[in-house]
């Protein structure tokens, strides 16, 4: 797994890999952007993410905070463009922001043909069962 490191204010580890996660009974195939560093603590305020392309924004399906509060998980489309400007936080405002054109992030791809049974490849046009959840 590659994995970058953005320096400005914190270092920050940042890592793209396609991941399946179980929604319902059937796994769906996402996009799950790491983010490592700094503080990140458990608030009332439910968590969020999204990336900002040239005026439009994708917000993640899911984002989870690690139980030690130093790291995130996103989980986007498999097919998002990991261009403009990630940012990260709770309710309304945003906590972190990185610039993923300076990265240069190149997400690892899951082998499909190694995956055994039926799975939903959640995408931008396509979301299966998070449709449902937004």
Known sequence: MVKYTYQQPVPLQIDAQEVLREVGNLPHLLLRIGVRGGSFPQRALHPFARVVNEGKAIEAHIVEIDADETGLRAYFPTN??????????????GTVEIPLDRLKLQPER??????????HRVTLSDAGLYRSSR
Not at 80 to 93: D, F, K, P, V
């Open 110 to 119: 899951l082998d499909v043909t190694r995956i055994d049974g039926k799975f």
């Open 80 to 93: 998002i463009s990991l261009r403009g400007t990630l940012t990260a936080g709770y309710g309304n405002e």
